[in-house]
């Protein structure tokens, strides 16, 4: 079945995780991605966690899924020659190297065009072209931090906290994907290339900052932490009479007056302290009493069940194996089997967008590095077997 990006080539020179993640996008969607490593593999082949046989889980085997492997020394002459044959018959260029290093200077738009007219650039950095943090290095962490949400996740009175797991660089995987597809449709528009730069820092500035500066100028509130409770409404975490918990949101009066009815807590409707959702969260812990001792004395299959036949939005939390054995997980393809030769069969995060006539599809396992250099060099750019082996002892690929 045709894919939404048949026929659209990729060079991903990105490492870690947000270009990665954006290069795997494209490769699900039916683009023709090929991963550039240095001679050797990436950086983040190093990075753990590790599979029993020591490959890096995430850059090995999650993230160049779906992609080709080479290796090139973009530092070399020779390397560059060929750099220069491989962006002439590409498409987009993405990368996430630290302005003014010598592979970004390599990879520069004005650089490339010259090559490509119609080339598109995607280059994904910490903290952009402009300003005083140019130049740092940036990982989610450290975007969570500068940011702002560190500063009002976890619970008052406790260190600022990070979000568990890598929600800056999967935002601006998303991000990139999207301006890069924004690129090629003005591209099929008009014949031109461009460059797309999205940095990890304006993304998580949406995420944080720059989404609360209207309600600090015009209000003068910074937010703070605030546990499982969300603001302005009445948002929290329960635990079941066997231990689970659950998150449980009655946003809007008429979530609320539903969750009141099945609570047979009609009377509560009435308390002017509950009267709308500002003030239920501003007298938060009064009804968190309230809806734990409901929750406290009931399993979670029956407390999930009654809200669900009253609509009151509600999720357990689930850890990463209840995680896996959710049937709605498995009905939504978003973990999805493939077969490693080494590994067995392998759990890898799905297809998030769904599109109906040309779905993305995830089915090929990760390569090694350089796994296809003798395919690509000398399919695509002719070059022959003596030479290949001669650019393997020089150190190019």
Partial sequence: MAKALDGVKVLDFSSYFAGPYCGLLLAMNGADVTRVEKVGGSEDRKFGPFTPKGDAIFSSVVFTAQKKCITLNTRTDKGKEILEKLVKDADVILHNFIPGTPEEQVLTYDALCKINPKIIVTHITGFGHHGPYVKRNCFDSIAQAICGPMSFTGFPGNPPTRYGTAPMDFSTAVSAAMGTMMALFHRERTGEGQFVDVAMF????????????????????????????????????????????????????????????????????????????????????????????????????????????????????????????????????????????????????????????????????????????????????????????????????
């Fill in 202 to 397: 304006n993304v998580g500035a949406v995420m944080g900052g720059a989404l609360f500066a209207a309600e600090y100028k015009l209000t003068g509130m910074v937010r703070g932490q605030n546990g499982n409770a969300s603001f302005f409404n009445f948002t929290d975490c329960f635990q079941s009479k066997d231990g689970d918990w659950m998150m449980i949101s009655a946003i809007g009066d008429f979530i609320w007056k539903r969750l009141c009815q099945i609570i047979e807590r009609e009377d509560l409707l009435e308390d002017p302290r509950f009267s709308d959702d500002v003030s239920r969260y501003e007298n938060r812990e009064p009804l968190f009493e309230i809806i734990s001792e409901w929750t406290g004395q009931r399993t979670y299959k029956e407390i999930t069940e009654t809200l669900g036949k009253a609509r009151v939005p509600h999720g357990r939390v689930n850890n990463i194996a209840e995680f896996y054995e959710d049937p709605h997980a498995w009905a939504q393809e978003m973990i999805v089997n493939i077969e490693y030769p080494d590994l067995g069969t392998v759990p890898l995060p799905g297809v998030p967008i769904k599109l109906s006539k040309t779905p993305g599809t995830l089915d090929k396992a990760a390569p090694p590095y350089g796994a296809d250099n003798a395919n690509i060099y000398r399919d695509l750019l002719g070059i022959n077997e003596d030479e290949l082996k001669k650019l393997a002892e020089e150190n190019v690929i």
